[in-house]
């Protein structure tokens, strides 16, 4: 009674969206998978790169850096020294940033002068936003007076396409959005060497500004295991197929059984 003919259900409409469904999740599963371990694999190199970057030995920052160059992916996070002063009367504030806990406040960016001239643009760290208002200067503890030599890490100019930060016009005085060389060589007139530097050392007195911290590894691993998921993931939806086809002759044989039954003549 239960022949190949037992299987025709799987032609009826509901059971052809099942199988089609199940088809198409495979294929894009498995193609899911091969996206996580391609980010694995940009995550690695990305990770060796910022861990070459943070251990190599300090350069000084001329080496690396110019007015108008930009600043490339290997030399990103890059130590760099340099030699002159600050200058806290140009200093301004860059709106909307956060510190490690999470609160808004402001990164200081201070004018560094060289010994040639030349400006370095110097990130010194981050401050509360304590102001009466965002509008109002806040309070900026002072750099070390006189001539010094300030070490941090090279990083690139910001902009709005990498960082998706907007560059508002009509701010307050000495505010800004983004930390762009070419920007605040005009607003300096001088020479500003491209990119600018998260400040190491000196490290200031007291709690403010905060210095950046070094930037978190990215969990690369997360992407494989990711990878791993969508494809056990595409190897279970056979298998779930199947369980379901299987219940489907289960509860199709019970129920012929049932009718089989009532339909036989009882005994006398």
Known sequence: MYGRGVYRFLLSRQWVII????????????RLGIWQMHRYE???????????????EPAPVEKLTSPGH???????????????????????VVRRRVNAD?????????PFV????????????????????????????????????????????????????????GLPDRQIMLINSEQEARR??????GGYIAQITPEPKGDTPELLGKPGDENAALNYAYAIQWWLFAA?????????????????????????????????
């Open 42 to 56: 940009e995550r690695s190199a990305r990770n060796q790169l910022v861990s070459d970057a943070l251990t190599a």
């Open 236 to 268: 279970g939806v056979p298998i779930g197929w199947v369980i379901l086809v299987r219940r489907e002759l289960r509860d199709r044989k019970e129920t012929a059984h049932q009718e089989t039954e009532q339909a036989e003549p009882a005994t006398v």
């Open 19 to 30: 199988t089609l469904v199940a088809l198409l999740l495979i294929p894009t599963m498995i």
């Open 70 to 92: 930009t600043v490339t992916t290997d030399q990103r996070y890059r130590t760099v020294t340099a030699e002159g002063h600050f200058d806290t009367e140009r200093e301004v």
């Open 114 to 169: 060289l010994t040639d001239g030349k400006v370095l643009l110097v990130n010194r760290g981050w401050i509360p936003a304590d102001g009466p208002s965002q509008t109002a200067f806040p309070r900026i503890p002072a750099p070390p007076g006189g001539r010094i030599t300030v070490t941090g890490r090279l990083m690139p100019d910001e902009t709005t396409e990498a960082s998706g930060i907007k560059d508002l016009k």
């Open 102 to 110: 999470e609160e808004v406040g402001f990164h200081v960016l201070t």
């Open 188 to 193: 300096l007139g001088a020479q500003v060497l």
